[in-house]
């Protein structure tokens, strides 16, 4: 059975750093298209970035420069790095094994 | 990047009605596009994916159709299961992008 299941998510000051992380089960995270997709309270989904199963990555403008994907074979594991945080990153942001299976997601709130 | 523009924003709709909606994108996506449903609290759900093939286990009263830059998703007969948010995604270009939901409320 396919899960992902993101964790890292919490209350960060604006300007600060939060990691997070999407455990896969079920398939191989390095043989697939992943993405994080993030919702702002009450608004329509956002798609944040991707990684390729060949590894090349790309980024919504909104977070170019400031959001880090990453993969970890080994653990099967997708991160999600994100710097210079702002108010507007509030967001649940989910994990997805593009575009067929996703997390439950994890709730990111940048606020001082 | 590609600009996704889905209509209505929103509808109101009975349980049985057939409900079509919209997507626009700003350039040609040769059919990389995909449909999602969700509803409040939940994760987005896959539907459709290269504009019209359905997702295994989806009811068959789903749809999708087009080509170019212009895309419909069709509930034939709605059922109460399926008042919730719709959602089209491109997956053309590097840059993938959402169109801006549909809500679909009871009558």
């Known amino acids: 059975e396919v899960q992902l299941v993101e964790s890292g998510g919490g209350l960060v000051q604006p300007g600060g750093s939060l990691r997070l992380s999407c455990a896969a089960s079920?398939?191989?995270?390095?043989?697939?298209?992943m993405s994080w997709v993030r919702q702002a309270p009450g608004k329509g989904l956002e798609w944040v970035s991707v990684?390729?199963?060949?590894?090349?990555?790309y980024y919504a403008d909104s977070v170019k420069g400031r959001f880090t994907i990453s993969r970890d074979n080994s653990k099967n594991t997708l991160y999600l790095q994100m710097n210079s945080l702002r108010a507007e990153d509030t967001a649940v942001y989910y994990c997805?094994?593009?575009?067929?299976?996703w997390g439950q997601g994890t709730l990111v709130t940048v606020s001082s | 990047d590609i600009q996704m523009t889905q209509s209505p924003s929103s509808l109101s709709a009975s349980v049985g009605d057939r409900v079509t909606i919209t997507c626009r994108a700003s350039?040609?996506?040769?059919?990389?596009l995909a449909w999602y449903q969700q509803k409040p609290g939940k994760a987005p759900k896959l539907l459709l994916y290269?504009?019209?093939r359905l997702e295994s286990g989806v009811p068959s009263r789903f749809s999708g159709s087009g080509s170019g830059t212009d895309y419909t998703l069709t509930i034939s007969s709605l059922q109460p299961e399926d008042f919730a948010t719709y959602y089209c995604?491109?997956?053309?270009?590097?840059?993938?992008?959402f169109g801006q939901g549909t809500k679909v409320e009871i009558k």
């Open positions: 997805a094994r593009a575009p067929k299976s």
């Open positions: 079920g398939f191989t995270v390095s043989s697939n298209y």
């Open positions: 990684i390729y199963s060949g590894g090349s990555t």
């Open positions: 350039q040609g996506i040769s059919n990389s």
């Open positions: 290269a504009a019209s």
């Open positions: 995604q491109q997956y053309y270009s590097t840059v993938w992008t």
